[in-house]
């Protein structure tokens, strides 16, 4: 409350100070890349055009000596010392020659390409028209004959005479490798005319000029950022100059080709040409000055291209290209050391601000930190109430409420435990509330259960021995044993009807048998231990049926119970009822048969098909034989064949074998009730005869 605020303010003020700081600053840094590469493309195009426009002033003195006379191209016989001294004056010059238009006679100096000494080159008739080389003295006479070419050479064939003549004006042959130097080279050119005899061409002066290395410095000393370049292309794309210091021929079969700006092996350039490439699709589209940005590496570089021309044919692309970071990188390091100082002063005004409200708010902490233990349930919490001060007032009320809350939640805890046993928590699990409160009137579920009725045997004769207290103790002791076996089984007691327990099983048929047989188990023990009324043995009968059914909350506002509704419930009280008639401990339905994921897993025998009363269609019943007392247990599986066979000779009408099928029967268990009922069933039939539709179901027409 204290500290936060003067934080949040001191984060939005220095944060917007950061940002605008940030904004303008890249904006003035982009402005200042602009006029960067403005001046630099301006400083290249400057030097580009004195560099190239030296040999066009030298053609027009020579077409002047050549009109005049001065020059003797024909005959080779006067002249030479003017070339040489244009070509002491500018070194920039690789040839200065002329060429007649009469026989292609040819007369100019040179650059020797091994010593860069100056050499005199002629051809005409007296050569055969073969160029003789010769050496040139210090005033530019032509001293010692040095070689003569292998073939010959007529000026009006070569392309920088049909240049000129083409245009009629000054002009550029394309860039080429100079056969002599294997350098490239661009030639200027210029036709000569006699006006006195109506514009009669007399021949073409031109100048070759090597693209020098010099150009080339001029580029790599430019001040382009820390990681920036310039290049010059021509319209065709071919690197012309660069401040890269990669070659700019390459060898191919044997032959000097120049190099694709797109070839570059420096990714910037190359990456500055496909760029320019995929904007404008050719380099020819490009007419006017632009200034772009594109993206290389995740950062932005910033491009200025600028045709250049000088108005003879020379047409090529200057390209300035710097990457933002070497403009905005002090600005970004500028930015970076204020956020550092900015959180290192965050930093500090928070520990100072934690460190003073801390020591204001300590107790009121320690007192916060009491109150969640007591609402964690710890009651006995030292609290701070010896203060005078408004904290040890608070101390002391809550001191007073958790004892008053220590109360309540006794109180409540007992009646929780209290109504936990009129209302089981397994019902809250079923019907997913998270407590008692939840339960409303009218909540249900409906799915497959099976159910379960268990009853005493005989409990009316054992009411009548027992006095009211010991029926309650009796009961009480018998269902403690009893219900804890429902529940480890998955099951859940729905409700107690006097000596009877209805329970449900949600989930598998399994449960419910296998509870039943623990019940069974209980109930030996019981009786082993002697502490029935008068030390009668208890027996119980349980029948179990599986079926749709709704388990819910019936009743009236003010009175509510659980209970379980449907034809499933009403059966498997019958079951229970079948199981005194067949003297059968636990009866089962055919349908928890068909569920039993593994018969085998409990021994069982068939009893039989009948249909009980308030039910219109039959069913089958087994007997769980593992709830028979041991001794009875043996000699039911010991006879299971016999019955089974009996059975089915019983349902064939074959009474004569089923008779004597039975007879075995009883002869290995004379207290198998089921094998009884079958004996008496067959003297009613054999003596009364068969009704005309018996089908071998037997009718119960009372509820038992």
């Known amino acids: 409350m204290f500290t936060v605020p003067v934080l949040v303010q001191l984060v939005v003020a220095v944060g917007l100070v950061g940002y605008l700081s940030l904004h303008n600053g890249e904006q003035a840094m982009q402005n200042l890349a602009s006029q960067l590469r403005t001046e630099i493309s301006a400083r290249i195009e400057g030097e ?9 002033a030298l053609n027009r003195l020579n077409a002047t000596a050549f009109s005049s006379g001065d020059l003797d191209i024909r005959n080779a016989a006067y002249g030479e010392p003017l070339l040489s001294q244009q070509m002491k004056i500018y070194p920039n010059i690789a040839l200065v020659y002329c060429g007649s238009a009469r026989s292609g006679e040819f007369f100019g100096v040179l650059r020797s390409p091994d010593t860069g000494e100056l050499e005199f080159s002629y051809s005409n008739r007296s050569n055969d028209f073969f160029r003789d080389y010769y050496t040139l003295d210090v005033r530019g006479y032509r001293q010692h004959f040095i070689r003569r070419a292998e073939e010959r050479y007529d000026a009006r064939l070569r392309p920088w005479f049909r240049a000129a003549i083409t245009a009629e004006q000054p002009a550029w042959t394309d860039v080429y490798l100079a056969f002599t130097t294997g350098l490239p080279n661009i030639t200027a050119s210029l036709p000569v005319y006699d006006n006195r005899q109506g514009r009669q061409l007399l021949g073409v002066c031109a100048a070759d000029v090597v693209l020098p290395e010099e150009f080339r410095a001029f580029l790599s000393q430019l001040h382009i950022g820390q990681s920036g370049h310039a290049f010059v292309v021509d319209r065709r794309g071919n690197l012309i100059a660069s401040s890269t210091d990669e070659p700019l021929l390459l060898k191919v079969e044997g032959k000097g080709q120049f190099l694709q700006a797109i070839n570059s092996t420096d990714p910037l350039v190359q ?43 020379l047409d090529w692309l200057i390209v300035v290209v710097v990457p933002e970071a070497d403009i905005m990188g002090q600005i970004y390091t500028n930015t970076r050391i204020t ?9 500090i005004a928070l520990g100072v601000g934690i460190a003073s409200t801390r020591r204001m708010t300590e107790p009121i902490l320690k007192l916060n930190q009491a109150v969640k233990e007591i609402a964690r349930g710890n009651w006995d919490q030292p609290l701070p109430s010896a203060r005078t001060d408004e904290v040890g007032q608070l101390a002391r009320s809550v001191d007073s409420m958790a004892m008053d809350l220590r109360q309540s939640f006794g109180r409540l805890e007992a009646q929780k435990n209290a109504f936990a046993r009129f209302f089981p928590p397994e019902y809250l699990a079923l019907f997913q509330k998270r407590d008692v409160t939840e339960v409303q009137l009218g909540d249900y579920i409906s799915q497959t259960m099976t159910v379960m009725f268990a009853d005493i045997r005989q409990f009316t004769g054992l009411v009548e021995r027992m006095s009211p207290g010991a029926l309650a103790e009796f009961m009480n002791n018998y269902l403690q044993r009893i219900s804890p076996e429902i529940r480890g089984h998955r099951g859940i007691v729905v409700k107690f009807i006097g000596d009877s327990i209805m329970a449900v099983f949600p989930e598998a048929v399994e ?9 069974f188990d209980q109930v030996r023990a019981y009786n082993t231990e002697g502490i029935g009324p008068g030390h009668i043995p208890v027996k119980i009968g349980i029948g179990l049926h599986t079926g749709p059914m709704m388990l819910g909350i019936i009743g009236e506002p003010t009175r509510m119970q659980g209970d379980a509704l449907s034809d499933t419930v009403n059966l498997a009280a019958r079951l229970e009822g079948l199981s005194k008639v067949y003297s059968a401990p636990l009866v089962i339905s055919e349908e928890v048969f068909n569920q039993l994921s593994d018969p085998q897993r409990f021994p069982l025998r068939f009893l039989d098909r009948v249909m009980v009363k308030g039910r219109r269609g039959s069913l089958d019943i087994y007997e769980v034989l593992g709830a028979e007392e041991p001794d ?9 064949e016999e019955f089974a066979t009996g059975v089915q000779c019983y349902r064939d009408r074959d009474w004569t074998g089923a008779r004597h099928c039975f007879n075995r029967v009883l002869q290995i268990n004379p207290e198998d009730g089921a094998a009884q009922i079958y004996m008496d069933r067959l003297e009613i039939l054999m003596t009364e005869g068969v009704p005309p539709d018996w089908d071998g179901v037997w009718v119960f027409k009372q509820k038992r």
């Open 271 to 313: 990456q500055s040409a496909a760029y320019l490439l995929g904007q404008f699709g050719q380099f020819d589209r490009i007419q006017r000055s632009q200034q772009l940005a594109f993206p290389l590496k995740g950062q932005r570089h910033f491009l200025e291209v600028l045709p250049f021309s000088d108005g003879f044919g």
């Open 48 to 56: 580009l055009a004195s560099y190239f426009g030296d040999p066009h």
């Open 632 to 640: 009875l247990r043996s000699r039911k599986l010991a006879s299971l």
């Open 339 to 347: 956020i550092l100082l900015c959180a290192i002063a965050l930093v």
């Open 511 to 519: 449960d419910g048998i296998a509870a039943a047989l623990a019940q």
